[in-house]
């Protein structure tokens, strides 16, 4: 069964820094890109990176470019997401996602993810 488990939120001032974890089982990670997601109270699902099983390649919107940065580590079968700079907005619940690697670069589409943890929450505030 594909269980994936994000840590790592919590309550930082804004220019702070944090950095969540996904840690997946059942599965093998180096076959899946894998993405991390924000939603805030009221507003939709957004993507805020993924990373490609092809090349590690990734893929940042320009709303969190410069500031985050997904890494993977195949052989602990986690995710990462280091966040940079942090602003107000970035407050949200974090979920990381998987979805089976596909050719070329990761796509910020929910949709398309067909796994995903349960979140974990982010507050950006002083």
């Known amino acids: 069964q594909l269980r994936l488990v994000e840590s790592g939120g919590g309550l930082v001032q804004p220019g702070g820094s944090l950095r969540l974890s996904c840690a997946l089982s059942?599965?093998?990670?180096?076959?899946?890109?894998i993405g991390w997601f924000r939603q805030a109270p009221g507003k939709e699902r957004e993507g805020v990176s993924c990373i490609s099983t092809n090349g590690g390649r990734t893929n940042y919107p320009d709303s969190v470019k410069g500031r985050f940065t997904i890494s993977r580590d195949n052989a602990k079968n986690t995710v990462y997401l280091q966040m940079n700079s942090l602003k107000p907005e970035d407050t949200a619940v974090y979920y990381c996602a998987a979805q089976t690697g596909s050719i070329g670069l990761c796509q910020l589409s929910a949709p398309s993810f067909g796994s995903w943890g349960q979140g974990t929450q982010v507050t950006v505030s002083s």
């Open positions: 059942g599965f093998t990670l180096s076959y899946y890109d």
